[in-house]
């Protein structure tokens, strides 16, 4: 009898398991000219809430034959507050010569997510570049690989900045380009990433020039030098930064753009690629 009772002492105090809920993420590489693979033996992806990791969410161990690997949450099935992961695709050795896909989300309102199964793509630079720059006027300059050069008076920067489409397309070239530049400083091809980070920086700011226009006329936009280099890039954020803030009155899109453009003010030109452009590219 004493046993027993000593039984039913131990599991209530015990604590339960705790539930979980699944999401199957499905990896695939694309290297030209092949057709899309499994990503095997990669790892490991980051789960945020927020911007810091979270202890709630793992995806432990690495892809496997097949390119998946399964993620785990913690969870309370009577939990009626939804929360927002964010699930981060890593970069590491074996990713190198490819993009990095763009950054999903997905929601867990008790152990309920929004979707079952994530798919994420890293494709090889040339096909990224070919696939982003087609039907634009970029699209004979990216479709032979090499290493083009920014031509800061070249006319297909209005073409393309002219619309929200347009904008989109180069602030995602600005990202690619610039990823593609860490990556052969990171070989120590020199001369190879100098192109290319002269590409990505010169996209920015051909979209701060831009951004200036739309929104605050031609005076300000001929203040906005268009170049390939970095100091006249950070310049250029100053210049428009001081605009804004001497405004009288700020309105939301004001705002929008000031916290943008202090951003980028104190972020280091290594991080500049995976940086924010939202409100400066589309709003």
């Known amino acids: 009898m004493r046993t027993l009772v000593m039984a039913l002492v131990?599991?209530?105090?015990?604590?339960?398991?705790?539930?979980?809920?699944t999401l199957q993420l499905l990896v695939k590489q694309h290297a030209s000219p092949n057709t899309p693979k499994p990503f095997r033996d990669l790892g490991r992806f980051d789960i945020r809430l927020g911007n810091t990791s979270s202890s709630d969410g793992e995806c432990p161990g690495n892809t496997d034959a097949n390119g998946k690997v399964s993620c785990r949450f913690v969870c309370?099935?009577?939990?009626?507050?939804?929360?927002?992961?964010?699930?981060?695709?890593p970069r590491n050795e074996r990713t190198r010569g490819f993009t990095s896909p763009v950054t999903r989300e997905v929601?867990?309102?008790?152990?309920?997510?929004?979707?079952?199964?994530?798919?994420?793509?890293?494709?090889?630079?040339?096909?990224?570049?070919?696939?982003?720059t087609k039907g634009t006027p970029l699209e004979t300059q990216f479709a032979?690989?090499?290493?083009?050069?920014?031509?800061?008076?070249?006319?297909?920067?209005?073409?393309?900045s002219a619309t929200p489409a347009g904008r989109q397309k180069l602030d995602q070239l600005r990202t690619?380009?610039?990823?593609?530049?860490l990556e052969k400083a990171s070989d120590q091809d020199t001369a190879s990433a100098t192109r290319w980070d002269h590409f990505?920086?010169?996209?920015?700011?051909?979209?701060?020039?831009?951004?200036?226009?739309?929104?605050?006329?031609?005076?300000?936009?001929?203040?906005?030098?268009?170049?390939?280099n970095k100091a006249d890039f950070y310049k250029n954020l100053r210049v428009l930064g001081a605009h804004?803030?001497?405004?009288?009155?700020?309105?939301?899109?004001?705002?929008?753009?000031?916290?943008?453009?202090?951003?980028?003010?104190?972020?280091s030109s290594d991080k500049l690629p995976a940086a924010s452009f939202k409100s400066i590219a589309l709003d």
């Open 144 to 160: 032979s690989v090499g290493t083009p050069r920014f031509d800061a008076a070249s006319k297909e920067w209005d073409q393309l």
């Open 176 to 181: 690619l380009t610039g990823e593609i530049a």
């Open 76 to 89: 309370k099935p009577d939990d009626q507050v939804a929360r927002n992961f964010k699930i981060v695709p």
């Open 244 to 267: 804004i803030e001497a405004k009288e009155a700020m309105t939301p899109l004001d705002a929008r753009v000031l916290t943008d453009v202090n951003k980028l003010s104190s972020t």
């Open 200 to 228: 990505s920086v010169g996209i920015s700011n051909v979209l701060l020039k831009n951004s200036a226009f739309r929104n605050y006329g031609r005076e300000t936009a001929t203040r906005i030098e268009v170049s390939p």
């Open 107 to 132: 929601a867990l309102k008790g152990c309920q997510l929004s979707v079952a199964e994530l798919e994420f793509v890293y494709m090889d630079f040339a096909i990224a570049l070919r696939d982003l």
């Open 10 to 21: 131990l599991a209530s105090a015990a604590p339960l398991a705790a539930a979980q809920a």
